[in-house]
T-cell receptor
Framework: DTGVSQNPRHKITKRGQNVTFRCDPI?????LYWYRQTLGQGPEFLTY????????KSRLLSDRFSAERPKGSFSTLEIQRTEQGDSAMYLC????????????FGPGTRLTVL | DAKTTQPNSMESNEEEPVHLPCNHS???????IHWYRQLPSQGPEYVIH?????VNNRMASLAIAEDRKSSTLILHRATLRDAAVYYC??????????????WGLGTSLAVNP
């Protein structure tokens, strides 16, 4: 069990550019979550997948944001036309359906939009 | 999900016990109490959870009030590596497809050497 991995760990981009982040969950976990965290705040939910199905999306996820989990394994989060307000830590978590659904988090991708 | 209230910050000395409180006066009968913590520059990590009875694991203990309107996370011997933000979160066992965690600001724990 290598845990949840996220790439890249850091991303600096200019306003207006598109960025894509990848999350690799724990291998047997069928649920995958994306959260966003700004400095001094707790994480905010963005979206959640069960296998390849996207079951819930936050209103925070504007039309510039899209997430996919095409084969029910890894997931990507894309932000189009980035804005300075998108600067944050993007966290991915995975869990195994059943029980208390404990979520295991990756180290996050820190996005800085200049 | 019901709301939780935690102190913004607490301080402890190394090797002393730490009691981190959480109030959840609007908890429902099917809400589990979960604790996560986030070390500096890392993603959150699960600590412990419980429903009614006190719980122990290798990381911590969770003491739940009889009326379930409050709980306390207990670190028996704080180490410098326990310096983190601790989050108390309620999760409804009957949430169905509503699986997200709703996070507050948590308690920032400082541990003095």
């Amino acid at each position: 069990d290598t845990g949840v991995s996220q790439n890249p760990r850091h991303k600096i981009t200019k306003r207006g550019q598109n960025v894509t982040f990848r999350c690799d969950p724990i291998s047997e976990h069928n649920r995958l979550y994306w959260y966003r965290q700004t400095l001094g705040q707790g994480p905010e939910f963005l979206t959640y997948f069960q296998n390849e199905a996207q079951l819930e999306k936050s209103r925070l996820l504007s039309d510039r944001f899209s997430a996919e989990r095409p084969k029910g394994s890894f997931s990507t989060l894309e932000i189009q036309r980035t804005e300075q307000g998108d600067s944050a830590m993007y966290l991915c978590a995975s869990s195994l359906r059943g029980g208390q659904d404990t979520q295991y988090f990756g180290p996050g991708t820190r996005l800085t939009v200049l | 999900d019901a709301k939780t209230t935690q102190p913004n910050s607490m301080e402890s000395n190394e090797e002393e016990p730490v009691h981190l409180p959480c109030n959840h006066s609007t908890i429902s009968g099917t809400d589990y109490i979960h604790w996560y913590r986030q070390l500096p520059s890392q993603g959150p990590e699960y600590v412990i959870h419980g429903l009614t009875s006190n719980v122990n694991n290798r990381m911590a203990s969770l003491a739940i009030a009889e009326d379930r309107k409050s709980s306390t996370l207990i670190l028996h011997r704080a180490t410098l590596r326990d310096a983190a933000v601790y989050y108390c979160i309620l999760r409804d066992a009957n949430a169905g497809n509503n699986r997200k965690l709703i996070w507050g600001l948590g308690t920032s724990l400082a541990v003095n050497p």
